[in-house]
């Protein structure tokens, strides 16, 4: 059972920044790519952005420009910048892990921003 423990949401106003980490442990198995999600109340969860082992990195349209992950899957920790920030990025942030077998969810870590 892979374990993720996340941090660095809280309150910010429109336009502020906020930094987001994950760190993974207890995988059994080579975890090949990392990511974040969210989800706003009455909504979805949505990927935000994802980065694999090899360092490529996908994004969400609506975040491209202003958020930024990083990290190194190898070492099973990944980070997400989070600039610009908008009330509608408002959402309870989730931290993922995949290896070949499965994909494991942490926590979750809210995120508000007011206008």
């Known amino acids: 059972q892979v374990q993720l423990a996340e941090s660095g949401g809280g309150l910010v106003q429109t336009g502020g920044s906020l930094r987001l980490s994950c760190a993974a442990s207890g995988s059994r198995f080579r975890i090949n790519a990392m990511g974040w999600y969210r989800q706003a109340p009455g909504k979805q969860r949505e990927l935000v952005a994802g980065i694999t082992s090899g360092g490529l990195t996908n994004y969400a349209d609506s975040v491209k420009g202003r958020f930024t992950i990083s990290g190194d899957v190898s070492k099973n920790t990944v980070y997400l910048q989070m600039n610009s920030l908008k009330p509608e990025d408002t959402a309870v942030y989730y931290c993922?892990?995949?290896?070949?077998?499965?994909?494991?969810w942490g926590q979750g870590t809210q995120v508000s921003v007011s206008s």
């Open positions: 993922n892990a995949d290896t070949w077998r499965s994909r494991s």
